[in-house]
């Protein structure tokens, strides 16, 4: 049993900071400062904070954590685990645990380093990811790799439920990652830097979806969006979001974005390479979200050679 830092931000980090204190001697809790949150900017603490009040364990959230370490280091943990904690770790805290400082990233390293693994792998059409526990280095997401676990990607599959199975699986391989560093029995793997890829934090620009592209592109999109930030269309310059759409079978030659048919399963559009895109749960501005054929009873916008996407909001 050691005596661990964990450092954590969102509720990815909360399954796997239960299973170290179900496991270990969780010493202190790092986490970023409470933020505003909503339409009423309430101060707010992380999922992770909350996690480690309800067991009494001391918590920092140092704003700049490259400049507000001491207190971190006073602890004298054996081994610092971080997950998805959102801040750069000095060298001073990476080099103090004897035990190192140990990552669990979201992805099978070295592809997709950085802030949104999981969406990026849904958006580029990924059939797996996975779980890297790795050595933390001051460049992001660069470490030796100690153990890895590959995990399918479904058409059913979208951010929530991938963020679920790899927090689950992370808190499994975590265990055992730590059990076979404390025997010993564990060697870290360099990262083949020629393959490394990318996934930074997702910009607004990701959001819109480009009826250029072909329907399964878009597909992807859409669940790679959901459940935050969520992709959307403009119309009449207004803002549709896409909670669920479905590439159908068919061809045209319309122009990208035209609305070809509205029926009871939802709104057929015109994707690129003559593919199309059925919309089936949509949220227009400032309403819910409901399934598409819902808008199409009285007045809507949404007639047949219609094209979306046009116009400013």
């Known amino acids: 049993m050691l005596k661990i830092v964990f450092m954590g931000t969102p509720a990815f980090s909360v399954p796997i900071l239960k299973r170290l204190i179900d496991t270990h001697t969780v010493l202190a809790v790092v986490t970023q400062p409470d933020r505003p949150v909503g339409r009423k900017r309430l101060l707010t603490p992380s999922p992770v904070k909350e996690e480690a009040q309800k067991h009494g364990i001391p918590v920092l959230q140092p704003e700049k954590i490259r400049e507000q370490h001491e207190d971190i280091l006073a602890f004298a943990p054996e081994l610092i685990v971080t997950a998805a904690y959102g801040q750069i770790v000095p060298k001073a805290v990476l080099d103090a645990p004897p035990y190192g400082c140990i990552n669990v990233h979201a992805s099978l390293l070295p592809k997709y380093r950085g802030g949104a693994p999981i969406h990026q792998a849904i958006i580029d059409g990924e059939k ?102 969520v992709a959307y269309t403009l119309v009449n310059g207004n803002r549709l979001k896409v909670w669920e759409a479905k590439e159908i079978a068919g061809e045209h030659e319309c122009e990208p974005g035209e609305i070809l048919a509205t029926t009871k399963q939802g709104i057929d559009v015109a994707c690129g390479n003559g593919t199309i895109l059925r919309l089936t749960v949509v949220q227009p501005a400032g309403k819910k979200a409901v399934l598409a054929n819902q808008l199409l009873q009285g007045a809507h916008p949404f007639q047949v050679g219609k094209r979306l996407g046009e116009g400013h909001e």
Do not use: C
Request: hydrophobic share 45%.
């Open 128 to 229: 797996q990811t996975g779980i890297s526990i790795m050595y933390m280095a001051e460049k992001l997401d660069a470490g030796a790799v100690l153990s890895q676990q590959a995990v399918a990607i479904t058409d059913e599959d979208d951010v929530q439920t991938m963020h679920d199975k790899l927090s689950a699986i992370g808190a499994d391989l975590l265990e055992k990652t730590i059990v076979a560093l404390e025997q010993g029995t564990i060697e870290a793997v360099a990262q083949d830097e020629d393959k490394a890829t990318f996934a930074p934090n997702i910009k607004r620009e990701q959001e819109v979806l480009d009826w250029q592209k072909p329907a399964r592109a878009l597909f992807n999109q859409v669940r790679g969006m959901r459940p935050w930030p």
